[in-house]
T-cell receptor
Framework: GQSLEQPSEVTAVEGAIVQINCTYQ??????LSWYQQHDGGAPTFLSY????GLEETGRFSSFLSRSDSYGYLLLQELQMKDSASYFC??????????FGTGTRLLVSP | NAGVTQTPKFRVLKTGQSMTLLCAQD?????MYWYRQDPGMGLRLIHY???????AKGEVPDGYNVSRLKKQNFLLGLESAAPSQTSVYFC????????????FGPGTRLTVT
């Protein structure tokens, strides 16, 4: 089977740093993606790791360890607009994505 | 550029009715995908296409059919709708298998009564 595990909810205050973890077990692995989805909206791409290590894009960073089947998304300098659901997704080939169930991030003032 | 568009935005069907959801992209992408998202869940891949004239099954293909007659369009059909198909349907596209990113449409909210 294929499964991705991530926490269901995380809370933090503005300006803080939060880390959302993702562990995966899939048949086929070509990379780990992260998507953001606001309520009622479409998923939007945040980052993609095909190789081990850290990728940084502005306030967001993503990390991958293929040997541990583990990755995380790090959000720095949190803002109210970062309140959303965050999904990790494994590319199992041909960019076929298997998604986790999502982590709801609540940012408070 | 409109990106990825979906038609319709909302639809209510009765059990047994049929309908087609249309996805269009103006980015000249080769790959297109159909996902469904149920409340509190992640997206699940229904079908995908790696180019004009091609289609393939994803995780949850039963009860759905697709066609990709033109590169820019990807159609999702429900021949006989069931309440279990009540969901939000998202279409996405990407350049190729080597792409880092998929671009998603705004979604279609479908209710089957």
């Amino acid at each position: 089977g294929q499964s991705l595990e991530q926490p269901s909810e995380v809370t933090a205050v503005e300006g803080a740093i939060v880390q959302i973890n993702c562990t995966y077990q899939t048949s086929g692995f070509y990379g780990l993606s992260w998507y953001q989805q606001h309520d009622g909206g479409a998923p939007t791409f945040l980052s993609y790791n095909a190789l081990d290590g850290l990728e940084e894009t502005g306030r967001f960073s993503s990390f991958l360890s293929r040997s541990d089947s583990y990755g995380y998304l790090l959000l720095q300098e949190l803002q109210m607009k970062d309140s959303a659901s965050y999904f990790c997704a494994v590319n199992t080939g041909f960019q076929k994505l298997v998604f986790g169930t999502g982590t709801r991030l609540l940012v408070s003032p | 550029n409109a990106g990825v568009t979906q038609t319709p935005k909302f639809r209510v069907l009765k059990t047994g009715q049929s309908m087609t959801l249309l996805c269009a992209q103006d980015m000249n992408h080769e790959y297109m995908y159909w996902y469904r998202q149920d409340p509190g869940m992640g997206l699940r891949l229904i079908h995908y296409s790696v180019g004009e004239g091609t289609t393939a099954k994803g995780e949850v293909p039963d009860g759905y059919n697709v066609s990709r007659l033109k590169k820019q369009n990807f159609l999702l059909g429900l021949e006989s709708a069931a309440p279990s198909q009540t969901s939000v349907y998202f279409c996405a596209s990407s350049w190729s298998a080597g792409s880092r990113e998929q671009y998603f449409g705004p979604g279609t909210r479908l209710t089957v009564t």
